[in-house]
């Protein structure tokens, strides 16, 4: 290789200190990195130069990065239907808001109140429930997490017929009680697969969470129309008592605080043999694994280098990293597109011309799904693809800013589904029009999720918990702010109007991309150096 580019591959690898984000993904044989690399583990499909980012542990049968296919694939499904139950009773009273209505005596903008107190307590607790998932483990979390969400289905089946207020408080109990889904799950991710599989996997969970958004409306408008309102809370309390059994004997613990060899290190293994030592050697004694009982175990003692307050304190200081606070922005926007249609389309299609009844205006939702699949292949398969593109012509080296580009995608969707639905629904065109133009605005919002998602994972990944609680309770916020309004803005300025302001603020987050894709590195490092955290005492 020519001294330029060996210069330019150091400045990537920074030294012996990389920047937190950038990865060597691929083992070029062609020079560019050193020959330590091919000493560790390798994709074994595939690009067969692909190393497995992060490492799985040399000696320790026990890191979820070694466990069997079976067994991630079941705890990455338990971790999904967790996430798609507690999704699907945040818009489920879509289809029975006019029962509702009816029911408690209220307007459809005080009934969006109880989506709020869901939303904003979604948020805020995230950042009570996480300190535990960093310091105890993701296990309990998830059980803990279920049970209580079961228990507030509960409550909320029997306060449909009872007053408004028993029913806005079981509502605010429900989002308290379900917020790991907005969380957790994104880190169990991190914890169990590799580089390579990630954005996929992300995608694929923010289907889970915007599918639950869709289909719920969909599912509860049959049972609300043959059952009542309060069924529809009854049958997802059973789906969640089920989903509980699961998680207790087929999701293990996945968080895993053992060593790890770094590929960076190993880099310069060939310079330095102490460090060659330290990185590639396995340890003298295995580790013996688990057996299927002790896998059961419900918690550890807990981290004794984790303090909870520390924990509690990060996601506050991680609001002074623009990596993460765009992230917020950009995922906080992609899903207020499903709060905003949960709580309108009553409003929208209940009236003539088009008379929507609860079936109706349930089965409205199934167009913004199948735009959500669509939005899981471009954002997921896609955008791995776009970033191993970039990756191969940079060296082997990832850096998260190339998944990037794919921004330009989701901003076209949403503004044009935006516009599609908007002029479609002022022209009172058939009700097929606005439903295929929620579809493709979909496409978007499911991209813009994963994107958001992705990376700030991708830059932050030692810290996924506390990211993920810093994009979930901006996101909450956001997401709160558009039940308190959109029904009145509705009515005061028109769909159109209404669908295409939200869109252009949309297009404008998604192209900020622009300086991040070419600065970001830059920033990273300026994070990497100013340490924040650090500074504050809280690593």
Request: hydrophobic share 50%.
């Amino acid at each position: 290789m020519s001294q330029n580019s060996q210069r330019d591959f150091d400045n990537k690898v920074e030294g012996r200190v990389h920047v937190p984000g950038t990865e060597i993904l691929f083992d070029n044989n062609d020079g560019s990195v050193s020959a330590q690399l091919h000493q560790l583990r390798h994709r074994t499909s595939g690009d067969g130069r692909m190393l497995l980012v992060p490492q799985p542990s040399m000696n320790d049968p026990n890191d979820p990065l070694s466990w069997s296919t079976t067994k991630k694939s079941l705890t990455f499904f338990n971790g999904c239907w967790f996430a798609f139950m507690g999704a699907i009773t945040g818009p489920i009273m879509a289809a029975g808001m006019n029962q509702l209505s009816v029911t408690f005596g209220k307007s459809l903008q005080t009934l969006t109140y109880a989506n709020g107190a869901c939303l904003i307590n979604q948020g805020v607790w995230n950042v009570v429930w996480m300190p535990f998932a960093v310091k105890y483990g993701r296990r309990p979390i998830y059980i803990f997490s279920n049970l209580l969400m079961g228990i507030a289905c509960i409550w909320l089946a029997i306060a449909s017929n009872k007053t408004y207020t028993v029913f806005l408080v079981g509502r605010a109990f429900l989002g308290a009680f379900q917020a790991p889904i907005e969380s957790i799950v994104p880190s169990t991710v991190t914890d169990m697969f590799f580089l390579h599989n990630r954005g996929e996997l992300v995608a694929i969970y923010g289907l889970a969470v915007l599918g639950g958004n869709e289909l719920g409306p969909m599912f509860s408008g049959f049972i609300v129309q043959a059952l009542g309102m309060n069924w529809a809370f009854w049958i997802v309390a059973i789906f969640i008592a089920a989903n509980l059994v699961c998680m207790f004997f087929f999701m293990p613990e996945t968080k895993f605080t053992g060593p790890r060899p770094d590929p960076f290190i190993a880099n310069q293994a060939a310079e330095d043999t102490d460090q060659k030592e330290q990185v590639l050697i396995e340890e003298s004694s295995a580790i013996p694994k688990k057996t299927f009982v002790e896998d059961l175990k419900f918690w550890n003692n807990g981290d004794p280098n984790v303090s909870l307050i520390h924990v509690f304190l990060r996601p506050f200081v991680l609001l002074a990293y623009p990596t993460v606070v765009w992230s917020c922005f950009i995922y906080g926007m992609a899903l207020s597109w499903n709060v905003i249609l949960g709580a309108s389309v009553a409003q929208l299609f209940s009236p003539p011309p088009y008379g929507f009844n609860s079936n109706a205006q349930g089965l409205f939702f199934l167009s913004p799904f199948i735009g959500s699949l669509f939005g899981v292949f471009f954002s997921g398969p896609g955008g791995d693809w776009i970033a191993t593109f970039f990756t191969k012509k940079n060296h082997g080296v990832r850096e998260p800013e190339m998944r990037l580009p794919t921004c330009l995608l989701a901003a076209f969707f949403t503004f044009f589904g935006a516009l599609w639905f908007g002029l479609s629904y002022e022209h009172q065109m058939h009700w097929a029009m606005p439903v295929v133009g929620a579809g493709i605005l979909s496409v978007g919002s499911q991209m813009g999720t994963t994107l958001g998602m992705n990376y700030a994972l991708d830059c932050h990944k030692e810290l996924s918990v506390e990211v993920m609680v810093t994009i979930a309770a901006l996101k909450s916020c956001i997401a709160w702010i558009w039940t308190w309004v959109i029904n009145d803005f509705i009515t005061a300025s028109g769909i159109l109007s209404v669908f295409m302001t939200v869109a252009a603020i949309n297009v404008a987050i998604y192209l900020a991309y622009i300086p991040f894709y070419l600065k970001g590195k830059e920033i990273r490092i300026w994070l990497h150096r100013k340490n924040f955290l650090q500074a504050a005492g809280l690593m």
